[in-house]
C-alpha cells in the first residue's frame, strides 16, 4: 500500500514510524511533519533521526508550524522538550527536503496513477491545508487513516484527546471531505497497555532495538507519572496497526462532526450512528494480547540475529 505519513514525533510517533518501516505491506513515500506535540522544528528533527536510524532513504519535508485558527499548543509533559525525553537519534539532516509541505503532497501524490493513503499520527493542519487549497488532491488519495479524536474519555479535557484538541478546525475539514476516512482515537488505543515488565524483557543488541527499548522504558515510565496509568498505551503505532491488521479491531460507521467552540466542549466528537450519511469508520476497540504480539514482532527485525 502505497502512503505518506504525516506525524509529530513525539515518543509514540517515533514508535509508530519504526513499526510502520518493518512492515511489507506499506510503501512509505514520505514524512510531513506537523507542529503538535513539540515544535516544527524538533518534530522535524525527530523524523530525521528516524529515517537516518534506520538506513533508509526517505525524504523529510516540515509542515504546518501551528494550528489553522487557534494558538500553538504542545504536549512537551508527556514526550519532553525535545518529543523524545533525554534520548537522542541521529541527525540525518539530508534527508530534509526544503520543498513546501503542499507541493510535496502534490508530487507524490501525482507520482504515479496509484492511490496513495495519508496516515495521520498529529494533528491534521497539514492534511486540512491540502484538501483546502489543492482539492484536485482527492483524487489521488485513497483515504485518510489518523490517529486521534475519542468519542469517550478524552485525555487533554474530560471530552478531547490532543490530536483533535490542537486542531479542531482541521478536523472538521477533514470529516467533510468525502474521502474514506478512519479514525483511530482513545476509544481503541486506550485499549493498548504495555507494561514496565513487558518492555524490560524486550531484547535489544543493536542500535535500533537498543534505541527503541530505551525509549519505550523511558515514555512508560513518564507516562505512567503524568498519568497514573499502569503502563503505556501505543497510540500512534495503533494507526499503522489499522492499515496492517484490521482484523484485531472492532469498528462502527457513523456521522462524526466536531466541536470548534472554545468552551469545555472544544474538540468533543460527536457520533450519530443512525444518520443516513455515514463520514468515518470509528475504531471502538482492539485485542490487546493480538497487537503485542505483532508489534513486538515487528520491532524484533530491528535485532541482529
Ligand atoms: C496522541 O497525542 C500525542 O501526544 C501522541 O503522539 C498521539 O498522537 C494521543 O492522544
Ligand atoms: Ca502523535
Known sequence: ?????????????????????????????????VAGNVPLEEVTANACGVVELTGRNLPVCAGSDRPLVKGRYHASEVHGESGIGPLKLPQGLEHRVNTNFIDFYMEKLFATEEKTTIIALGPLTNVALL?????????????IVFMGGAY?????????????????EAYKIVFDSGLPVT?????????????????ANLRANTPESTFIKDLLTWYCH?????????????????????????EIFRTFDASLTISTQEDYTRAH????????????????????????????????KYLSK
Open 222 to 246: 513518564n507516562v505512567m507519572t503524568v498519568y497514573g496509568y499502569a503502563g503505556s498505551h501505543m497510540h500512534d503505532p495503533s494507526a499503522i496497526m489499522m492499515l496492517v491488521h484490521p
Open 131 to 143: 484538501l483546502r487549497t489543492r482539492p484536485e488532491a482527492m483524487e489521488r488519495i485513497e483515504g
Open 1 to 33: 500500500m502505497r502512503c505518506l505519513i504525516d506525524c509529530d514525533p513525539g515518543a509514540d510517533d517515533v514508535l509508530a514510524l519504526l513499526f510502520a518501516l518493518q512492515r511489507v505491506e506499506l510503501d512509505v513515500q514520505g514524512i510531513v511533519t
Open 152 to 168: 469517550g474519555t478524552g485525555n487533554v479535557t474530560p471530552f478531547a484527546e490532543f490530536n483533535a484538541y490542537v486542531d479542531p
Open 183 to 199: 479514525m483511530v482515537g482513545l476509544d481503541a488505543t486506550h485499549e493498548t497497555l504495555i507494561s514496565p515488565q513487558e518492555i
Open 269 to 300: 466528537i460527536l457520533v450519530d450512528r443512525s444518520a443516513p450519511r455515514k463520514n468515518v469508520t470509528v475504531t471502538s476497540g482492539l485485542d490487546n494480547e493480538a497487537f503485542k504480539s505483532i508489534f513486538f514482532h515487528t520491532l524484533e
